[in-house]
Every structure is written in structure tokens, then in C-alpha cells.
């Protein structure tokens, strides 16, 4: 059975009044436990609201989210325990740290669950060194920290709830490339190491290309796709046309491919591009080495 899957799944804001909006409209889907889904689209598509009806944050106007195969809203006074297991980080989640302690902050969902105080520590510990928070950093003001230490720290106190799904929103909106990469290594870690099920909404086509199994396209509060990766980046036209563009090395490659390289032009990391240019390359220049070598 699918771990989360929705239904028809409809959102307008300000019904009955001039502003009526529908932002999402009328998303099927389903994920299985244990995978780690992309959410693209451009701003304005409908992620937000799709993903805050995920775990209860707002109502649908009409459809169903289901979680283990259960509608979430069919006991309404039980939302709450929804929002436990499908965790939630959002974009700057830094702003909500409030404790004195950095470790009271990580603490404090897993107390909000009814952990008593040891279980809440023991599981803020494991969540602060899954993040690669140094245990030095626990005991100081949340305010002390920097900017990527904040947002660790942020993130620690949502795996501190083990939610059986784990939601991001721009997790690594403002951190600079380094901050970034060693981010999206520890989700990596964290998803494969707990066999969770994350899913990762980004602007980045780079983050979601090196992360995902599979990409959710939001376009115009619909679902334009929900496929494998490199399923969705072969489609690079479709994509611009929804005012996305894949990574560029997928780019490249796909030019490559054209101009008759034997290379894969849905290829998704440097990496990877590298492994399958460095030998043709290599190849070729032997071939010209010999071909210009004089008699
Ligand atoms: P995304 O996360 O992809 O940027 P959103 O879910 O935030 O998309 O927005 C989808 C649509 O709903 C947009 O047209 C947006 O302007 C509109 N919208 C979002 N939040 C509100 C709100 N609180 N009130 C009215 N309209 C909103």
C-alpha cells in the first residue's frame, strides 16, 4: 500500500469572495514508503498549498489525502497527530527557532508528541547528529548559530519526530554552495540510512536531479508529471515551456548526444557526464594522434 496518496485533490483560496483562487487542482497521486519524490515547478504552480494539505495544514476544498490508505480528515480532532508523522520543514525554518537552548528547540516537537523529557533528548541527540550539528553547538542560543547550523538545527527538530514522511520546501534556499552540497548529503544520508519516505520541493533542477527517484511537476496547480528523473529531464522542451529548464549538464549533454556523441542525454550530474566524456575524449584524441602522426 502506497504511504501517502491523494485523491482528486482541490484548493481555493478566498472561496465565495472576488479573489478566488484555485491554486491546486484536482492532484492524484501516490508515493510508496521509502521513496524520495521532487516537487519542480515555478513559483506560483501550487507546491506550497499542495504540500501543507499533505499533513493537515489546510483542508483541501475537495479530494482526499491519504496516509497508510486512511483519509486524514475522517477523524478532523486526529489532525494532529497527522502533522507527527508527516513531517514539515519550511522555507527559512530558522525563523521558527525560539528556545534558549539549541537542543530545548530540537526537543521541543518530539515533547509536543507526549515524549517524556529522556525520550525527547535521546531523540533530539540522534536527530542533531544525523544533521551534523557538533554536540558543542546544543547548548548554545539558537541565535548564536550561523545561517547553515541554524537550518540544521531547524531540520533536526522535524527528524526529531522520526515522521514516517518527511517534507521540505526549499531546504536549501540561502545557503551558500558548500552549505548546500553538504545539506542535501545529509538528507541523502538520512534517506537512505532511515528509509523514510522525503519528499524535497526545490526551485534547484541541479538538487532535485542528484537527489530524487522520482519528480513531481507542478504546472498551473496541476500535476503536469510524476515520473522517474530522467524521465521528466528527457522532456526538456515540455519543461521549458512551464518556465523550467534542466540542470545544465543535462543540457549539454543532450547537445552532445545531437551532435553524435555516444553519451546518455538525460545524464544528471557532472559526475557522471564525466565518467562518460573522459573516455571519448581520450579515445578520439588517441585516434587523431595516430591519424596525424607523419609517415
Ligand atoms: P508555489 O509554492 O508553487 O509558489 P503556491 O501554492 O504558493 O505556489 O501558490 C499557488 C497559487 O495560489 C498562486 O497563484 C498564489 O498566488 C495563490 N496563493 C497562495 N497563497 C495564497 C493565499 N494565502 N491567498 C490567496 N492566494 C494564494
Redesign the pocket.
Known amino acids: 500500500m502506497p504511504i501517502l496518496e491523494t485523491k482528486n485533490l482541490t484548493y481555493k483560496?478566498?472561496t465565495g469572495t472576488p479573489?478566488e483562487?484555485?491554486?491546486?487542482e484536482n492532484v492524484s497521486l501516490s508515493i510508496e514508503k521509502g521513496e524520495l519524490i521532487g516537487v519542480i515547478?515555478?513559483?506560483?504552480?501550487?507546491?506550497?498549498?499542495?504540500?501543507?494539505m499533505l499533513n493537515g495544514l489546510i483542508r483541501p476544498t475537495a479530494g482526499q489525502v491519504l496516509l497508510e490508505g486512511k483519509d486524514i480528515w475522517q477523524e478532523p480532532k486526529k489532525i494532529r497527530a497527522v502533522r507527527f508523522r508527516v513531517g514539515m520543514v519550511f522555507q527559512y525554518p530558522e525563523y521558527q527557532l525560539f528556545e534558549e537552548t539549541v537542543l530545548k528547540d530540537i526537543m521541543f516537537g518530539p515533547k509536543n508528541m507526549g515524549l517524556d523529557e529522556k525520550r525527547a533528548r535521546d531523540r533530539a541527540l540522534e536527530a542533531a547528529e544525523f544533521t551534523g550539528l557538533k554536540p558543542e553547538l546544543l547548548e548554545k542560543s539558537p541565535f548564536e548559530l550561523s545561517g547553515g547550523e541554524k537550518r540544521r538545527a531547524a531540520i533536526a527538530g522535524v527528524i526529531a519526530m522520526d515522521p514516517e514522511v518527511l517534507v521540505l520546501?526549499e531546504p536549501t534556499a540561502g545557503l551558500d554552495p558548500q552549505g548546500r552540497d553538504v545539506l542535501l548529503a545529509q538528507i541523502g544520508q538520512y534517506h537512505k540510512e532511515r528509509g523514510n519516505t522525503v519528499l524535497l520541493?526545490s526551485h534547484s533542477m541541479e538538487d532535485v536531479g542528484r537527489m530524487a527517484d522520482r519528480l513531481l511537476v507542478?504546472s498551473n496547480?496541476h500535476k503536469a508529471a510524476l515520473a522517474p528523473t530522467k524521465e521528466v529531464f528527457s522532456q526538456g522542451e515540455e519543461l521549458e515551456k512551464m518556465g523550467l529548464r534542466v540542470p545544465q549538464i543535462t543540457k549539454i549533454m543532450g547537445e552532445l548526444k545531437k551532435l553524435g556523441c555516444p553519451v546518455d542525454p538525460s545524464t544528471l550530474t557532472v559526475d557522471d557526464a564525466l565518467k562518460q566524456l573522459l573516455p571519448y575524449l581520450k579515445e578520439r584524441q588517441g585516434t587523431k594522434t595516430t591519424s596525424t602522426r607523419p609517415n
Open positions: 483560496y478566498g479573489f483562487k484555485v491554486a491546486v515547478g515555478h513559483t506560483g504552480s501550487g507546491k506550497s498549498t499542495l504540500i501543507q520546501d520541493v507542478m496547480g
